[in-house]
């Protein structure tokens, strides 16, 4: 007889096997369904651009995983997971030769600012304390349900202490201004602007100067930590913890609809044509478009959710490029402390451009973008002496033109993606001449190969929508569906596409599992009260 668990999971990515993990603990039986042929979604690794070197496949340094309460709660510590850190988080190297640098000791950053542009470091050290006081209650609020009743009156009560109206206005402050007001030099805007280019939020947009100082404040107090041998290392020990808890997971299962009857989630159907109804619960690690009128059918959604989902937004697509090298990157001008990630752009207002670009629909001509250098931030990434490094950028949905001179077309066909992978290589070998010469493999993977990876990446998107502020909060997905819960009962979404959106903090998945975990006990309860109701009325009877 097919097995009838409480829930069934769609996905194994962080967000569903936080949902799982979280289930089980309650007592749930949890059955995961994962399409690919390995757990972790977009938290993966493997040894697969060069022999000896470890690559990530996709995400690579977790911040919000180690800031986030749901998942330091998991002990994942117990489950072999080793957390590894460089010597410094961030750097920047600007055209002058110098470097804007995020040290994970504020002391350091503050004199390499204090050095580069006197009563910067003093203004940083400001920011830190600031954020030291208030900090951890945004960051629980930002991932808790909306409304975050509890943590939101926590950041409030400190309000005052970091200079009340005046931080807020620093905060809705778009990051192209947010540096300007509080620093004089360009390094400070830098990390902050280079960080709030981790979402696609316009630069000089609210919202912005948010994300830049969350992530900048993150690195600066919890560091941008990586998984010792691999980002899939983190995912594992989320599935090791799960399983360990007699949760059961099948790969290569992907799911092709969700049965609904009357109004309720009754269970799911697998590509295998095998169909798996749960007791309680389906939890949709999913994006929204592959949910609603995906596996969800129109027929069984209100008409108010098919036509809200017309307005629902990508985030921008990516073009991720891994390189193996035989030798460290010989910078043109050293770093003071070797950065785990770094930013290239020419400046904060070439940044602002390239990402411009990107939504003005254009493939940049100079892309903005975010690299990392694993071995520096874990050696047992690669052999001594070597380099596992990676650099991704955004590029438009659907393509108008080519901002530089290369025609690329946007079709992301593999001569498209070969074309803009040399246009960012040579970003790199402009900040450090001889970068070429030390390449031992090369891969590219453009928008078509991420979906094909994982069916959560639509076009290369990476955070499941937009994070600009019109998708957010309580609009997220779309406006009247800001919670985990769905329109249909016992269903639930628990992906980046849900608040509050993408990053790995597993606040989605943990999210989807209080509300199905809550919604069940009502349930009971109320059954349990029409069982007695119904026990009564026949004694009257008799
Ligand atoms: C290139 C890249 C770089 C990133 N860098 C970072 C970073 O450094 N730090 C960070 O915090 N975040 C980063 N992110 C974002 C982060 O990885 C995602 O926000 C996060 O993985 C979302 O988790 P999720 O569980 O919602 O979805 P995913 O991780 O995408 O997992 C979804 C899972 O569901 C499976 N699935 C989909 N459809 C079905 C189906 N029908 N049936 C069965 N299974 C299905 C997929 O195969 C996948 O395993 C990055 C993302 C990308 C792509």
């Given amino acids: 007889m097919t097995r009838q668990p409480d829930v069934v999971v769609i996905g194994a990515g962080p967000n569903g096997l936080v949902a799982a993990n979280h289930l089980a603990d309650q007592g749930w039986d949890v059955l995961v369904l994962e399409a690919q042929p390995g757990v972790g979604g977009a938290v993966r690794s493997a040894e697969d651009v060069h022999a000896g070197f470890v690559h990530d496949t996709f995400s690579a340094f977790y911040p919000l995983a180690e800031a986030s309460p749901t998942i330091r ?4 510590e117990d489950h072999g997971l080793t957390w590894r850190h460089s010597p410094a988080v961030l750097g920047h190297p600007t055209q002058d030769g110098e470097w804007a640098m995020l040290h994970r000791d504020r002391s350091i950053t503050a004199s390499l600012m204090e050095r580069q542009s006197p009563g910067d470091g003093e203004a940083w050290l400001t920011l830190c304390e600031q954020w030291d006081r208030i900090g951890g209650h945004l960051v629980n609020a930002l991932l808790s349900p909306f409304p975050p009743v509890k943590h939101g009156l926590g950041a409030l009560a400190r309000l005052r202490s970091v200079g009340g109206l005046d931080f807020v206005r620093t905060m ?6 947010l540096g300007r007001g509080r620093f004089r030099g360009e390094s400070p805007r830098l990390l902050i602007a280079g960080n709030a280019g ?3 939020i316009p630069l000089n947009a609210p919202g912005s100067g948010l994300m830049g100082v969350l992530m900048t404040m993150l690195g600066q107090t919890v560091g941008f930590p990586v998984p010792e041998g691999g980002a899939g290392q983190l995912t594992q020990a989320l599935a090791r913890r799960f399983e360990s808890l007699g949760g059961e997971i099948r790969c290569s299962t992907e799911v092709t609809g969700i049965d609904v009857e009357r109004g309720r989630a009754a269970g799911v159907r697998t ?3 095998e169909r798996i109804r749960v007791r309680k619960a389906v939890v949709a690690d999913i994006t929204a478009p592959s949910l609603y009128g995906g596996l969800v059918d129109v027929e069984d959604l209100p008409a ?3 036509s809200a989902m017309r307005t629902f937004e990508l985030d921008p697509g990516t073009v991720k490029v891994d390189w193996a090298l035989d030798g460290g990157v010989p910078w043109a001008s050293a770093p003071p402390h070797a950065p785990g990630t770094f930013h290239v752009a020419d400046s904060v207002e070439q940044m602002t451009d390239a990402l411009g670009q990107v939504s003005a629909r254009a493939v940049p001509a100079k892309p903005f973008m975010l690299a990392g250098q694993m071995t520096t931030a874990d050696p047992t990434r690669s052999p001594a002496g070597t380099e596992s490094l ?7 949905q659907s393509t108008v033109r080519d901002a530089g001179e290369g025609g690329i077309r946007g079709e992301w066909d593999r001569d498209d993606c070969e074309r803009f992978a040399d246009r960012m290589q040579d970003r790199i070998e402009a900040l450090a001449p001889g970068f070429g010469s030390r390449i031992l493999s090369r891969r590219v993977l453009g928008p078509r190969e991420m979906e094909a990876r994982d069916a959560n990446l639509i076009g290369g998107a990476i955070n499941g929508g937009t994070s600009q502020l019109h998708q957010e909060l309580i609009f997220r997905p779309v406006p009247g569906l800001g919670r985990a819960e769905t329109p249909i009962k016992g269903l639930y979404l628990g992906s980046a596409s849900a608040h509050p959106g993408g990053g790995v903090h597993g606040a989605p998945g943990m999210n989807a599992a209080r509300a199905a975990i809550a919604h ?4 009971r309860v109320a059954e349990g009260g029409r ?3 119904g026990a009564v009325t026949k004694v009257g009877r008799r």
Avoid: I
């Fill in 531 to 533: 069982r007695a109701v």
């Fill in 73 to 76: 709660s998991f002990g994942l």
């Fill in 172 to 177: 809705l402050t778009p990051a192209v201004e």
């Fill in 390 to 396: 990676w650099a991704y950028t955004h590029v438009p």
């Fill in 520 to 523: 069940d006990r009502v349930r």
């Fill in 304 to 306: 108010r959710t098919v």
């Fill in 271 to 273: 590509v295998a044509g």
């Fill in 198 to 200: 981790h979402a696609d």
